[in-house]
């Protein structure tokens, strides 16, 4: 199967800092890529659509300019977390579907102190 | 929009035991894919089975398999012979045109010793 790379798997920042994640696709290549935020004993809940040369597309009650996504390459996305607060912790989970199945990175857990 | 749901929060089965797990969900498109994802403690998402909606036999793999009621809208997940190992967090999840992925709020299988 597909491999999805994610990282930092952990990550601590202070508030009011920013923090980035990287995905990527290690042996195909991806168009789009989705992320996830799961917060404990929760779903997973879908936040963007990152697509590659283009604008991602946010689903409704994410904020644009607190999360910002980057697609620059067809093997790499980012998504970075402005301005953290503590709300911003989480559990990240970015995922790709090349060819009509879903593969997932490790996760990120961010704890916002 | 399409809706997954599962009903069961936790479930507990005895060791070497069968269980099964519920799903249903709603769709107007006719032709779609389904899954089955496990989210053990360290949370990678890993597939246990996966359905395409356009073939009428149930997949199998290995213990698992799956009852696909396309006209009821089901699709629950059969463990036999139950192990520690199979401990974790289920999530039932349909992928759709857009290639997003939409999970249920998932079930916390328990394995009794």
Redesign the interface.
């Known amino acids: 199967?597909a491999v999805v790379s994610q990282h930092p798997s952990r990550v601590i920042c202070k508030s009011g800092t920013s923090v980035k994640i990287e995905c990527r696709s290690l042996d195909f290549q991806a168009t789009?890529m989705?992320w996830y935020r799961?917060f404990p004993?929760?779903?997973?809940m879908?936040m963007a659509?990152s697509n590659e040369g283009s604008k991602a597309t946010y689903e409704q009650g994410v904020e644009k300019d607190k999360f910002l996504i980057n697609h620059a390459s067809l093997t790499l996305s980012t998504l970075t977390v402005t301005s953290a607060h503590p709300e911003d912790s989480s559990?990240y989970?970015c995922?790709a579907?090349p060819w009509?199945?879903?593969f997932?990175g490790?996760?990120t857990?961010l704890t916002v102190v | 929009a399409q809706t997954v749901t599962q009903s069961q929060p936790e479930m507990s089965v005895q060791e070497a035991e069968t269980v099964t797990l519920s799903c249903t969900y709603d769709t107007s498109e006719s032709d779609y894919y389904l899954f089955w994802y496990k989210q053990p403690p360290s949370r990678q998402m890993i597939l246990v089975i996966r359905q395409e909606a356009y073939k009428q036999q149930n997949a199998t793999e290995n213990r698992f398999s799956v009852n696909f009621q396309k006209a009821a809208k089901s699709f629950s997940l059969k463990i036999s012979d139950s192990q520690l190992g199979d401990a974790a967090m289920y999530f039932c999840a349909y992928l759709n045109r857009d290639d997003k992925i939409i999970f249920g709020k998932g079930t916390r299988l328990h394995i009794l010793p």
């Open positions: 199967g789009t989705f799961q004993k929760q779903s997973l879908l659509t559990f989970i995922s579907v009509t199945e879903a997932f490790q996760g857990r």
